[in-house]
């Protein structure tokens, strides 16, 4: 249906939603994770609708998975993470390129899979950071910060559906697999008018 996000797409989607960055240079020292920065990337987050935020949420994790690829959960994470960032990146670059000429049926196919995303996202989170040490209290506070909102994201994911009379689809994720600008864009218009999500 679309396209595969290319370099320069995901460096366009960092440059919109900015947390993903400042998660990179969290984990890189170059920027505090204090109490401040903790408040901010939860107000951040929880004003998201449910599909900006897990797309949001994948790219965060991807950097996480990064520094933690030397372990089988850190490899599980960034399985999920950037399948789910090559399957909604695109739509919403899509959607940013041309708002009126998307394919809804292909869109509701995507959607009613929200839910089970958090829920792999927020799985692989937590588990990932159960695994980390003191030497990795930075990616084990991000992971604890990603996971909540993932969480909350996925309650919200479930009652719009449910405000549609759809049903939320389960697949197989990265979880299952044996483990050997401004940032509050709302995710295309076009989609989030149908789940009556727009709290923007």
Known sequence: MFNPLSDHDL?????KFIVPIVVDHML????PLDDIAE???NEILFELCPDTALLCIAMCARHIATKMSDLPIGRALSAEAEKITDEYGPLWLAHEQNPDNLDDDAIMDLLVHIPEDLEALRD????TMAEL?????IAAILCDILSLQADHHRDIAE???QSLNLHPQ?????????????NIIPFPQ???????SARH
């Open 170 to 182: 389960k697949r197989v994720s990265a979880k299952n697999i044996d483990c050997g600008g401004d």
């Open 190 to 196: 076009h989609v989030s008018g149908k789940q009556h």
């Open 39 to 41: 408040h901010a990337m």
């Open 124 to 127: 692989l989170l937590e588990a």
């Open 159 to 161: 009652l719009e559906l």
């Open 11 to 15: 460096a366009r989607l960092h440059a």
């Open 133 to 137: 040490n003191e030497d990795h209290c």
């Open 28 to 31: 890189r020292d170059e920027e």
